[in-house]
């Protein structure tokens, strides 16, 4: 994969956008608008890029943190939806990870209960 400085940022806005309109839409449509249930973090991880690579410090130069422990980068709330609720955080998760598979990455959705 080569993609540009301004191709990359462009994903992540993307990736963000999209994750957004799904966390949105989840906590409208299934949650009426309120924050309950239980709560929890989500992310995405992306695996397959290593950091001393052309397109690793271009991740990097975007603001997307490199893991050490899992050798992966990773976003942490996509959606940067306000609600707590696991699963709406989830539903953003899962929907940025789409967008970075789409371009070739190998991307995956996390979320752990708090």
């Given at each position: 994969m080569?993609?540009?400085?301004?191709?990359?940022?462009?994903?992540?806005?993307?990736?963000?956008?999209?994750?957004?309109?799904?966390?949105?839409?989840?906590?409208?449509?299934?949650?009426?608008?309120e924050?309950?249930?239980?709560?929890?973090?989500?992310?995405?991880?992306?695996?397959?890029?290593?950091?001393?690579?052309?397109?690793?410090?271009?991740?990097?130069?975007?603001?997307?943190?490199?893991?050490?422990?899992?050798?992966?980068?990773?976003?942490?709330?996509?959606?940067?939806?306000?609600a707590?609720?696991?699963?709406?955080?989830?539903?953003g998760?899962v929907?940025?990870?789409?967008?970075?598979?789409?371009?070739?990455?190998?991307?995956?959705?996390?979320?752990r209960?708090?």
């Amino acid at each position: 994969m080569e993609y540009s400085k301004e191709q990359v940022q462009s994903i992540l806005v993307e990736a963000k956008h999209e994750a957004y309109l799904a966390a949105s839409k989840f906590f409208k449509e299934k949650l009426g608008g309120e924050d309950k249930y239980s709560c929890g973090f989500a992310w995405v991880e992306i695996y397959g890029v290593k950091g001393n690579t052309k397109l690793g410090k271009m991740l990097k130069a975007a603001g997307i943190e490199r893991s050490d422990y899992k050798k992966c980068f990773s976003i942490w709330n996509p959606s940067e939806h306000g609600a707590q609720n696991i699963d709406t955080k989830e539903a953003g998760a899962v929907a940025a990870a789409k967008v970075f598979e789409k371009y070739g990455f190998r991307a995956y959705a996390g979320s752990r209960l708090d």
